[in-house]
Every structure is written in C-alpha cells, then in structure tokens.
C-alpha cells in the first residue's frame, strides 16, 4: 500500500492521509483501513471517521496514546495488501422531481452550459456515483462522480433553509440534504426518501462507499412514495 502520512488531532485522535487528491482508488484505501478497524479494533480505539483522502482514528488517550498508536496503524497498514481488494458496495437508486419549486436552480445549473434543463437532468441521472463521505448534516452524502458538464458554483448568498431530500450542485459535486438546514448548493432537485431518521436501527440512509444512480421521477410519484 502506498505510503501514508499520520499526524496528531489533538490527544485523543490521529489521521491517517493518503492523498491530496481525490480518486476512487485513493478512496479504496481509505475503506481497507476502514474494513480494518472494524475486524481488528485495538486497546482504547473508539471509532473512526473516514473522509475524501483519510481516516481519523479516534482512541482513549488514557489507555494508549499518540506515542503507541502511530506504529500500531503503521504495522495495520503493513499488512494490508499491496494492491488494495475492490470492496463490494451497495448499489441504490435515489429517485428525484427534477426542477419546478423541488429544483429552483435547475435552470441556472443550464444556463450555466447552455443545456436545456432535460439535458442536465440526463447528465446528472446517467452517471453512477460514489459516496465518498458522510458529512456537514447527519446522513449527508458527498458523492464523486459527477460530469463537470452540469459543475456550477455555490451560490453567493445561501438559502437559510433548504428542505430535507434536496439535492444539490456545488462545483464538482452533488450531493443530498437529509435534513431541513440552511446552505448554499445548487438545488436541482428533491427525492421524496428519508436519508437521515434518528429512529432507525441505522439512521442514515447511505455510508461512504456506496455506489447509487438518481431515477427521474413525476411529482404524483414523489407524493406517493412519500405517502409510503
């Protein structure tokens, strides 16, 4: 496995760097570590948080610290294969209304590039995205994947609340609000599931390395899917 950087977080965390760049093959990495952990947690570990290009490994700075962790995730990283084994993933289809009052920046995202908005629908629904971290909101995906075709930037001033199930643009990415929050992303969109619902046994919908498509749906099958 490629060399990888540590370094402290404060007295009770160490980040584990792959990269500056993001790639699906860095981002496989970053799921091995994590697959790791899960097998094979060791004194004081508590939990880990994978992102983009890292892992931050947390632990109980009372029963090991910074000093015993380093090398322990050294030797982890020792044995883990050279080439990195393609993890399986699930695959889901999050179906979405597409423009109208659900996608009020639907037609800026086209006038953007000069598409029409059917074509930035298409473009945004033919791809096959990755979850390459859960963050900002509870249960909110930043998935990789995304044409540049349909990039747009942030916008200038953010909406003070955007409804849950909205789905954005911002740069390079898109991404899905699970909750009602405030933010500045591009809204193209709305899927009428529930990422986020505190009362489940899991509570988010979706996890890093999940791969999904977005299925344009009409607004009388985004009322009855909610109704369900």
Avoid: C
Wanted: charged share 20%; aromatic share 10%; net charge negative.
């Amino acid at each position: 496995m490629e060399k990888a950087t540590f370094y402290p977080l404060g007295d009770s965390a160490i980040v584990i760097q792959f990269s500056e760049l993001i790639s699906p093959e860095i981002h496989q990495k970053v799921r091995a570590v994590a697959a790791y952990l899960d097998e094979y947690a060791f004194d004081g570990f508590v939990e880990y948080t994978p992102a983009f290009t890292s892992v931050t490994v947390y632990y109980q700075p009372w029963v090991i610290d910074y000093s015993a962790v380093k090398p322990l995730l050294e030797e982890m990283l020792d044995d883990l294969m050279e080439e990195v084994e393609i993890l399986e993933s699930a695959a889901i289809e999050i179906p979405v209304v597409y423009g109208g009052d659900r996608g009020p920046d639907l037609d800026f995202v086209a006038r953007q590039h000069q598409l029409s908005t059917s074509e930035v629908i298409s473009i945004h629904s033919e791809a096959e995205y990755v979850v390459y971290m859960i963050g900002f909101a509870p249960g909110f995906p930043y998935l990789g994947g995304m044409s540049e075709k349909i990039s747009a930037p942030r916008k200038e001033k953010p909406r003070a609340v955007i409804p849950a199930g909205s789905v954005g643009i911002a740069g390079l990415q898109t991404g899905i609000y699970p909750i009602e929050t405030p933010g500045g992303w591009q809204i193209i969109g709305q899927t009428p599931l529930q990422l986020f619902e505190v009362n489940r046994a899991v509570p988010a919908l979706l996890k890093a390395g999940d791969r999904l498509r977005f299925v344009a749906i009409s607004e009388t099958e985004f009322k009855k899917i909610k109704r369900n």
